[in-house]
Each structure stands twice: as C-alpha cells, then as structure tokens.
C-alpha cells in the first residue's frame, strides 16, 4: 500500500481545491478544535476560501461545530473540529498465533480491537497457516481472516460510520498487489491474500489492501506514537524476525515493488556468517535468557518475553546478559540503517519495547559510536507505546490518512 504523509502546503494549481482541504485537515488534526479565523491565520489561505473549504467539509460530515472558540481579541468565532461520525477504516495484523482486528474513526476514535487467539500444542503454528508444507496458504486460515473481517465491518456499520478499507498487515514480503511474496513466519510464499480475501468478502464496495507489518506500524506511529513533529521515522519491529517501516520526509519508503525493510537480513562477515537476526532477534535473545527454553514450542514469545522481563527486574545475570548482548548487537544494525536513511527517530516496538528498559542502553551506546552524524543530528532511539497491535491500526490509518490528502470519500453515509 502507497500512502502519502506529507504535509500539503496551499497551492494553485489544477487539485488547488483538494490540496487545500488536506491543509484544513492537517491543520485541525495537528492542532485541534480552531476558529476559521485561526485556521486562516496559521495555514495562509484566506478567510474566503476556508469558509468555502470547511464548508464543504461540513456537509461531507468530516468537520463539525463545536462551539465557540476564544482564543482571538473580538468576537469569538466558531470552533472546527474533526467528524468521525460517518467514516471509519478496519486493520487486520496476522501472526502465527492470533489475528488482531482494530478499528477506528476518522477524528481517531477507536471502536474495537479484537484478538483471536489459536490454540496450538509444541511445534505447530497456531493457526495452522501451511499444513501442506509447501507455502500455501490454508483455506482454513483464509476463512479465519475474512471472518474477522466480516464482523468488524459489520460492527463498523452498528456504529453508524461507512467503511472506508479494511487492510492486512504481514510479517515479511508483501508486494504492490497484495501478494505475500514470502513470509518465513507464516510460512507463506506467493500467496495472493488480497485476492483470496476479496473473493471471500464478497463485497466489491470495500476496498481491501494487504501491506508488510513493520511499514503498517511506522504508519500509526506517525499519527498516534506521538510524533507528528517528526517527517523521517524508522519503526524497527522483532515480532517475526527484524523488519524496519522507513518513513522518509513524510512518506513510507515503497522500493520499487514495495518490498524493503528487511534489515534482519543484514549480516557483515563470509558466507554463514550470523546474521542480524540471528544476533538480536527476540527469539534469540530469549533462548539466552531462559536457559532450557525452547522459543519453538511456542508460536507466541509474549509469555516467554515477560519472564525475560521478569527475570532481569529481579536481577537475573544470565537475563541482563542477554538483553544488554542484543542491545548491542540491535544498535550496531540499526546504526547501519541511520548512516543510510538519517531518521530523525528510531522507534523500537512490540517485543522490543516491553524489554526497552534493559535494551536501550546498550543499542543507544553502539548507534551512537557506529553513526557518522554528530550527536545533534543523529536518531534518537525510543519505545513504541502503541503496543503489540501497532501494524493493525496502521491498517487503519492508512485509508483516513487518504482524507487527510484530499482524497475525499465519494459519498457519505
């Protein structure tokens, strides 16, 4: 999935009219409920053209009154704020063990987040993703995806709010159509999940897109991690092996056929040679820290990662070590990728951020010793705060933030 995060500036040009509905919008996500006056004021259109565009904006039930604003000498005038009665959006995120479904409105109300969990014994993926052995996706798991689907969309609609998209996030390689050209997590190869899933649904009017996981989450970290102010935002996730979302000046780095973010893959040596995965992946890091414990038995490490978590609060050694080794492996890789893209922020999610206490030293220490730009102008490293569904509302995200281009919703319920 292509989105657009830029900020768009007033302009005159043949999409004048949408290019400045999105600054509207921007300018009232950013900042809150404002008078027309003040969204004149701050965003340097005139006063004629942003009654004209708020508006327009009314009727299509994306802005609504909500009093009266008094924060300007005079007459107070009428504050704006953003609508999320009529318009909403659907992320799915899918992992070995569960599938998580996440829904939100357009001024950012969250309206469900269900997780459905899949019951497994050693050794055998939860959802029993390829029985087969051979890539496949199993029709079984397919079924479980559209019937999730299904039921948040029809939630959505008991809300009042018209579903704008519904989109998948997947560990691994995802290209422009929606094909998982390979997820090793899944154990999926050349699996057509945005087809599969549109022939299930059924429904031609929802728009059904299928993205890698990591660029999902910088997405959401973009509009709900708290940082707006940032425009170059790396989002590192070690949920199924090490993958980064890479926003650059606003946008999510595509690559040619959308399929980046792979710096697990990173190794420096010969042939054989570990590589980055092998030396901060979580699963890795917690066969360290719990000697005798087999990450394989299960397909969900967020047990396994809270005793991590609990071991090194009680001093553990052998659990401090292994935090602080893949802490210093993760800021060696990650140093890598600041030489390359420059982020202003390097955020550290899911996994990594339940256990950011003990392995943000350490990476912070080796990203700064391996990054050529002065301190001023390295990545700062920090922890998600969006939790183990990030990629899911990222999902979501990404249709509103359409709107919030001036791509207008066709109709309104």
Known sequence: MKTTRADPQPA?????RATNLAVVLRHLRAHGPSSRASIAASTGLNKATVSSLTGSLIEQRLLRETGLSGNRIGRPGTALALDGSAYAAIGLQIAGDRLTALAVDFAGEQLLLWHRQFSSGPGTAALDLDPTGNGAA???AISAVAALAQRAATRVRQHGRQV???TVAVPGLVSDGGTVSLSPA????DVDLRGLLTGSLRQPDLDVAVANHAGLA???ELRHGGHQAQSDLTYVTGAAGIEAGIVVDGRLLHGARGLTGQIGRFSLGPAGSPTLADLAGVDQLVRRALPGFDPAELSDLTPAVEQVATEARSGDTTALAALRDTGCHL???LALLANLVNPEVIVLGDHYATLAEWILPAAEAELSRNTLAPAAGGARLVASSLGLHAAALGGAVAHLDRIDTGALPTAAP
Do not use: Y
């Open 138 to 140: 199993d029709g079984r």
């Open 164 to 166: 704008l998209g519904l």
């Open 331 to 333: 800021g060696q890789g």
């Open 12 to 16: 005159d040009f043949t999409d004048v």
């Open 186 to 189: 899944l154990g999926w190869s």
């Open 218 to 220: 910088a997405i959401a």
